[in-house]
């Protein structure tokens, strides 16, 4: 199997992904998901087994198709993620016009 961080690099490079969509998805601190994505660290205890079910959940979707889109913006990630995550059909919010 696998490591964690592997895993989560994985997801980066095919969902299109970027740490802070992570952070969205685990629902947890910026610097902490950066770490498991930077430094070989295995969450641990409940949470961590929380974690690793996230994980597996996105690995899923992502081999079922999903691609974070191209076209959306830096403000309406965090939303999309949650959504996502909370298996809502996040929808993709039409392009900001520039004023």
């Known amino acids: ?58 690995e899923k979707k992502i081999k079922a198709g999903l691609v974070i889109p191209s076209s959306l913006s830096l403000q309406d990630r965090p939303t999309y993620m949650k959504r996502l995550r909370n298996g809502q059909r996040p929808g993709v919010p039409a392009a900001h016009s520039a004023g």
């Open 1 to 58: 199997m696998s490591s964690f961080q592997a895993r989560l690099r994985w997801c980066l490079k095919h969902g299109r992904m970027t740490v802070a969509d992570l952070q969205h998805w685990f629902d947890r601190p910026y610097p902490t998901v950066r770490m498991w994505v930077m430094e070989p660290r295995e969450p641990r205890g409940p949470s961590g087994s929380d974690a690793d079910k996230l994980l597996l959940q996105l």
